[in-house]
């Protein structure tokens, strides 16, 4: 009976994000008020109806109620109860209620948070959520019901996918969604802005905290993903360039992109048809990763059982989404007037700079993702493209990038002499250029071209985060930085770690697979290992081979690393759980392979050096996030700002020189 | 401005491709060889490369062709399982797909070789008459050089219990 309730309450959410999307867009169209007024109301009933058949949902699998299929496929009575609250996205039904919910949190957000903002311009953002809305929710329950029964109901379920089965991946699918979810937001303040044919500073405004919270909650889902990949897989890789990664990451580009095209068409007013383009990108991405993920017409380790007309459907409402918001832009961009120019040589070049070669990194990573699609339409044949390609691809308008990076922090708005950009940053020019060159050669005796180039753009790029806030915390009568300013040089700092971290780890990690017996000893990177044995250990719904190792260096205790190797009961796949020794200079990560008879198992150990900085850049740049979207800017009303001469947001160059 | 319709057009072409991707299900290829006689090749055997691994080395038993190369993650997975095929009695043929020549010697000296012999296929064109998709796959060739089976990812006991083992008629030495 109560499964029946979660569907019931899921066919009133549909009702209710129709009655959203219809209502305040046909108001605003034909100005009536009352219509438009409806928006905050049907948004809130419809969160709510979500919220109801999730809990629903969630509490037949804390009930263990075989009877509904969805929890057959995907839980088990053995499995831990903080799994079994993560089960409920731990398939393509679930995981689709999952995403509706993230989408009305938003929504509900939006319609609270946008009362300052005039009535017809707030009304269409939320009629254009309640479509997408209606749309995600039309798809679960016609295509992708998590409430369908099951008759008679199972004995016991088929358990949860033993890769799923840890902390990491509790987080990171919830995490991911809030963010690609999130991008929705822009996407209807570009589409209530070609709507209402007016985009000035006050709409880059409001549009620009929504874009920055949906990009810190992807940088962190995506950061956790690799976190995942790289101690459960069992491999030390943190990067595959698989389907679904790119799914995730080509959004987070073009979000990235756009929080730099709005601070532009905010400051100064310029940009503004290409800004709107890539909030309707951005989402549109999404929208596409879902397609590819969901439908099959990709293969990836992650892919969700697939189904044609799942894949038919939202493939319509990718068309439909974006494809109308897209027409809506071929027709009515052309009216989106700039208010001024620019010099050459000024920060918004260089903001332009880091727009196309993000748009250029997407559609690299875009082409080699789909490449294999349009071979096979076109009946070229089956291929796959590997890692050379993205990694070669994906470092060409990176590392000007990089470059660019440092020159745009520290130039002015609409004009600067190069001259003083170049006596500002020659410094951190030369001390990048040594560190990139001495620090390999010092800490690891060798280095290469590749290594120099990238450890480069690393280190100018984090030099030239830090030098303003430092010089300032020096200079007693400097102007205080905004929280905007801490936040950009933050994020930066945070891309300039990722880099290091990359590189070094790429350059210098060091892998060793050896067959070894208990008591055996060998040596890695200057690591002694010793194998102390074996034995049994039994889990909830799992039993292992743990191995004991003990690691050392020049004869000092340094740790002792346990490795499983876990056979789950009830989906028997043998399942890898690595052991790292982390610290923040190198992680050495024991992973315990197969046996190989006569007591010998294959044991591979890696020193990856300064690996932790990948993960660390990532939690940074998100924390530089978070500074820049909470700005005193976006928290007060607009008429308090107009009267406010905003102090000290002037660009940095001009207030500290 | 007609430069503002760009963007709809790309959307469009895209649409395009993926209604036709969506009706060329990736796994309708391993129904579209099955029955039919395996594509012949004769490529260098990673090992000596100075000699030749060809489909007649395959003729007249029940064998697999393996696709395998260093940076799939998912013939790591596989890999245990392979190497207790080849000590049961199976014997398995490797096709090194779009792979580097050290790193594959150095992944079999350090994991084991469970292959007879690895065909190297550094540029793909094999893989393509094959249709593989990706690594790891596995074909069954039977004794006449048919392939009876084909399986996309990595090869578990329960798959080979299911899929292959039932294909294959009664050979001393073979499950």
Redesign the interface.
């Given at each position: 009976m109560i499964p029946e309730i979660g569907q019931f309450a899921l066919v009133l959410a549909v009702c209710l994000s129709i009655c959203q999307a219809v209502f305040p867009l046909a108001g605003a169209a034909t100005g009536r008020n009352d219509w438009m007024m409806l928006a905050r109301s049907a948004a809130t009933g419809q969160f709510v109806f979500v919220a109801i058949a999730y809990v629903v949902l969630t509490y037949a699998f804390l009930n263990d109620d075989f009877s509904v299929l969805f929890v057959a496929n995907h839980s088990n009575s053995q499995l831990p109860v903080a799994y079994k609250f993560a089960a409920v996205w731990g398939g393509h039904e679930g995981s689709l209620l999952l995403w509706s919910l993230m989408l009305a949190l938003w929504t509900l957000a939006v319609a609270h948070g946008s009362r300052s903002q005039p009535l017809e311009f707030s009304s269409r953002v939320l009629g254009v959520l309640g479509i997408v809305s209606a749309g995600v929710l039309l798809f679960t329950l016609l295509t992708s019901n998590p409430f369908d029964r099951l008759l008679p109901g199972a004995i016991d379920g088929a358990d949860l996918n033993p890769l799923l089965q840890d902390p990491a991946m509790v987080a990171h699918p919830p995490m991911l969604y809030v963010g690609y979810v999130g991008l929705a937001v822009p996407f209807a303040f570009a589409v209530a802005a070609l709507l209402t044919g007016k985009l000035d500073k006050n709409w880059a405004r409001w549009t620009r905290p929504w874009t920055i919270g949906a990009w810190i909650f992807l940088t962190g889902g995506i950061a956790l993903g690799s976190w995942w990949a790289y101690y459960e897989?069992?491999?030390g890789?943190w990067w595959?360039w698989d389907p679904v990664e790119n799914a995730s990451f080509m959004p987070w580009l073009m979000a990235t992109a756009l929080i730099h095209s709005l601070a532009v068409t905010e400051r100064r007013g310029i940009f503004k048809?290409w800004t709107v383009?890539l909030a309707?990108?951005a989402f549109?991405l999404s929208l596409?990763g879902t397609?590819l993920v969901r439908?099959?017409?990709?293969?990836s380790?992650h892919a969700f059982a697939?189904d044609?007309t799942r894949?038919?459907f939202i493939?319509m409402l990718?068309?439909v989404i974006?494809?109308g918001a897209?027409?809506l832009?071929?027709?009515r961009?052309?009216n989106l007037e700039s208010e001024g120019g620019f010099k050459l040589v000024s920060r918004e070049s260089f903001l332009l700079a880091n727009n196309i070669l993000l748009v250029v990194a997407t559609i690299a990573v875009l082409f080699g993702t789909?490449y294999?699609?349009?071979l096979?339409?076109m009946g070229l044949?089956?291929?796959?493209v590997?890692?050379p390609y993205f990694n070669m691809i994906f470092l060409l308008p990176m590392l000007p990038l990089a470059l660019l990076l440092g020159l745009g922090m520290h130039s002015a708005w609409q004009k600067m002499v190069p001259g003083a950009l170049f006596s500002r940053l020659r410094w951190i020019g030369i001390a990048t250029l040594v560190v990139a060159i001495a620090y390999p050669l010092v800490s690891f005796g060798s280095t290469s071209v590749l290594t120099i180039i990238g450890l480069a753009a690393g280190i100018w790029v984090t030099l030239s985060s830090l030098i303003e806030p430092i010089s300032r915390w020096f200079n007693s009568r400097a102007v205080r930085l905004t929280r905007a300013q801490w936040g950009m040089f933050i994020a930066h700092l945070g891309v300039g770690m990722f880099i290091v971290g990359a590189t070094v780890t790429s350059a210098f990690n060091i892998e060793s697979?050896?067959a070894v017996r208990s008591g055996e000893r060998w040596e890695v990177a200057g690591y002694e290992i010793e194998f102390r044995g074996l034995s049994q250990v039994e889990g909830p719904n799992f039993m292992a081979d743990e191995g004991e190792f003990e690691l050392r260096r020049d004869g000092e205790f340094v740790a002792t690393l346990r490795p499983q190797q876990r056979q789950y009961l009830v989906q028997?796949?043998?399942m890898t759980e690595a052991a790292i020794d982390d610290r923040w200079y190198r992680h050495i990560f024991v992973a315990l392979?197969?046996p190989?008879g006569d007591g010998a198992w294959?044991v591979r150990v890696q020193y990856k050096p300064m690996i932790s900085f990948i993960w660390w850049g990532c939690i940074v740049m998100a924390l530089g996030g978070l500074l820049a979207a909470t700005d005193q800017r976006y928290r007060e009303p607009v008429k308090q700002r107009k009267e406010r001469k905003s102090p000290g947001n002037a660009a940095v160059a001009q207030g500290s020189t | 401005?007609w430069r503002?319709?760009i963007?709809?057009v790309i959307?469009?072409v895209?649409?395009g491709?993926?209604?036709?991707?969506?009706?060329?299900?990736?796994?309708y290829?391993e129904s579209a060889l099955i029955g039919k006689p395996a594509p012949a090749f004769s490529l260098p055997n990673l090992e000596t490369p100075s000699e030749l691994v060809s489909t007649s080395d395959l003729a007249g038993q029940y064998s697999l062709l393996n696709v395998w190369?260093t940076?799939c993650?998912?013939c790591?997975r596989e890999?245990?399982f392979l190497?207790d095929l080849e000590a049961s009695g199976v014997p398995i043929y490797g096709l090194n797909w779009?792979d580097e020549r050290p790193a594959a010697l150095e992944w079999l000296e350090?994991?084991?070789d469970p292959y007879i012999a690895s065909a190297v296929d550094y540029s793909?064109d094999i893989?393509?008459d094959y249709?593989?998709?990706?690594a790891p796959e596995t074909f069954l060739i039977g004794p006449d050089l048919t392939i009876l089976q084909k399986h996309?990812?990595p090869l578990?006991p329960?798959i080979w219990a299911s899929k292959f083992a039932p294909l294959i008629e009664a050979v001393p030495g073979q499950h």
């Amino acid at each position: 009976m109560i499964p029946e309730i979660g569907q019931f309450a899921l066919v009133l959410a549909v009702c209710l994000s129709i009655c959203q999307a219809v209502f305040p867009l046909a108001g605003a169209a034909t100005g009536r008020n009352d219509w438009m007024m409806l928006a905050r109301s049907a948004a809130t009933g419809q969160f709510v109806f979500v919220a109801i058949a999730y809990v629903v949902l969630t509490y037949a699998f804390l009930n263990d109620d075989f009877s509904v299929l969805f929890v057959a496929n995907h839980s088990n009575s053995q499995l831990p109860v903080a799994y079994k609250f993560a089960a409920v996205w731990g398939g393509h039904e679930g995981s689709l209620l999952l995403w509706s919910l993230m989408l009305a949190l938003w929504t509900l957000a939006v319609a609270h948070g946008s009362r300052s903002q005039p009535l017809e311009f707030s009304s269409r953002v939320l009629g254009v959520l309640g479509i997408v809305s209606a749309g995600v929710l039309l798809f679960t329950l016609l295509t992708s019901n998590p409430f369908d029964r099951l008759l008679p109901g199972a004995i016991d379920g088929a358990d949860l996918n033993p890769l799923l089965q840890d902390p990491a991946m509790v987080a990171h699918p919830p995490m991911l969604y809030v963010g690609y979810v999130g991008l929705a937001v822009p996407f209807a303040f570009a589409v209530a802005a070609l709507l209402t044919g007016k985009l000035d500073k006050n709409w880059a405004r409001w549009t620009r905290p929504w874009t920055i919270g949906a990009w810190i909650f992807l940088t962190g889902g995506i950061a956790l993903g690799s976190w995942w990949a790289y101690y459960e897989l069992g491999w030390g890789g943190w990067w595959f360039w698989d389907p679904v990664e790119n799914a995730s990451f080509m959004p987070w580009l073009m979000a990235t992109a756009l929080i730099h095209s709005l601070a532009v068409t905010e400051r100064r007013g310029i940009f503004k048809s290409w800004t709107v383009l890539l909030a309707i990108a951005a989402f549109s991405l999404s929208l596409l990763g879902t397609f590819l993920v969901r439908s099959g017409v990709l293969i990836s380790v992650h892919a969700f059982a697939s189904d044609p007309t799942r894949g038919l459907f939202i493939l319509m409402l990718l068309l439909v989404i974006s494809g109308g918001a897209l027409v809506l832009y071929a027709f009515r961009a052309g009216n989106l007037e700039s208010e001024g120019g620019f010099k050459l040589v000024s920060r918004e070049s260089f903001l332009l700079a880091n727009n196309i070669l993000l748009v250029v990194a997407t559609i690299a990573v875009l082409f080699g993702t789909l490449y294999p699609l349009f071979l096979d339409a076109m009946g070229l044949g089956q291929i796959s493209v590997g890692p050379p390609y993205f990694n070669m691809i994906f470092l060409l308008p990176m590392l000007p990038l990089a470059l660019l990076l440092g020159l745009g922090m520290h130039s002015a708005w609409q004009k600067m002499v190069p001259g003083a950009l170049f006596s500002r940053l020659r410094w951190i020019g030369i001390a990048t250029l040594v560190v990139a060159i001495a620090y390999p050669l010092v800490s690891f005796g060798s280095t290469s071209v590749l290594t120099i180039i990238g450890l480069a753009a690393g280190i100018w790029v984090t030099l030239s985060s830090l030098i303003e806030p430092i010089s300032r915390w020096f200079n007693s009568r400097a102007v205080r930085l905004t929280r905007a300013q801490w936040g950009m040089f933050i994020a930066h700092l945070g891309v300039g770690m990722f880099i290091v971290g990359a590189t070094v780890t790429s350059a210098f990690n060091i892998e060793s697979e050896e067959a070894v017996r208990s008591g055996e000893r060998w040596e890695v990177a200057g690591y002694e290992i010793e194998f102390r044995g074996l034995s049994q250990v039994e889990g909830p719904n799992f039993m292992a081979d743990e191995g004991e190792f003990e690691l050392r260096r020049d004869g000092e205790f340094v740790a002792t690393l346990r490795p499983q190797q876990r056979q789950y009961l009830v989906q028997t796949n043998p399942m890898t759980e690595a052991a790292i020794d982390d610290r923040w200079y190198r992680h050495i990560f024991v992973a315990l392979g197969d046996p190989l008879g006569d007591g010998a198992w294959s044991v591979r150990v890696q020193y990856k050096p300064m690996i932790s900085f990948i993960w660390w850049g990532c939690i940074v740049m998100a924390l530089g996030g978070l500074l820049a979207a909470t700005d005193q800017r976006y928290r007060e009303p607009v008429k308090q700002r107009k009267e406010r001469k905003s102090p000290g947001n002037a660009a940095v160059a001009q207030g500290s020189t | 401005m007609w430069r503002y319709a760009i963007p709809a057009v790309i959307l469009l072409v895209l649409g395009g491709f993926f209604l036709r991707g969506l009706n060329l299900n990736p796994g309708y290829i391993e129904s579209a060889l099955i029955g039919k006689p395996a594509p012949a090749f004769s490529l260098p055997n990673l090992e000596t490369p100075s000699e030749l691994v060809s489909t007649s080395d395959l003729a007249g038993q029940y064998s697999l062709l393996n696709v395998w190369a260093t940076w799939c993650v998912e013939c790591r997975r596989e890999h245990g399982f392979l190497l207790d095929l080849e000590a049961s009695g199976v014997p398995i043929y490797g096709l090194n797909w779009k792979d580097e020549r050290p790193a594959a010697l150095e992944w079999l000296e350090v994991l084991g070789d469970p292959y007879i012999a690895s065909a190297v296929d550094y540029s793909g064109d094999i893989g393509i008459d094959y249709g593989v998709y990706g690594a790891p796959e596995t074909f069954l060739i039977g004794p006449d050089l048919t392939i009876l089976q084909k399986h996309l990812g990595p090869l578990s006991p329960a798959i080979w219990a299911s899929k292959f083992a039932p294909l294959i008629e009664a050979v001393p030495g073979q499950h």
